[in-house]
Nanobody
Framework: QVQLVESGGGLVQPGGSLRLSCAAS????????MAWYRQAPGKQRELVAD???????NSADSVKGRFTISRDNAKNTVYLQMNSLKPEDTAVYFC????????????WGQGTQVTVSS
């Protein structure tokens, strides 16, 4: 059984910062790509950023220069440092991990709410 547990969401004022964490646990043999997605009300889920096991990152244009994704392979954990937050960043943020147990599969966290408002 694999679990992805997110933490770090909350309410923040515009211009503020938050750091999200997502830890994977269970019968994991290996993890390839870890990523953060977000879904705002009435919108489709979108990729925010992802990172390979080797540390190569990719991020959406809307967050470039403000958000930084990183991971700790020893802890099976991915982070999202979010700076200069804007109201349009308000969404439920989900982490995902492409990992191998008995086969390769994508697993998802339960989501954490981020609200940017004054």
């Amino acid at each position: 059984q694999v679990q992805l547990v997110e933490s770090g969401g909350g309410l923040v004022q515009p211009g503020g910062s938050l750091r999200l964490s997502c830890a994977a646990s269970g019968s994991i043999v290996s993890i390839n790509v870890m990523a953060w997605y977000r879904q705002a009300p009435g919108k489709q889920r979108e990729l925010v950023a992802d990172v390979t096991r080797g540390g190569r990152t990719n991020s959406a244009d809307s967050v470039k220069g403000r958000f930084t994704i990183s991971r700790d392979n020893a802890k099976n954990t991915v982070y999202l440092q979010m700076n200069s937050l804007k109201p349009e960043d308000t969404a439920v943020y989900f982490c995902s991990a492409d990992l191998f147990t008995t086969k390769w599969s994508r697993y998802w966290g339960q989501g954490t709410q981020v609200t940017v408002s004054s």
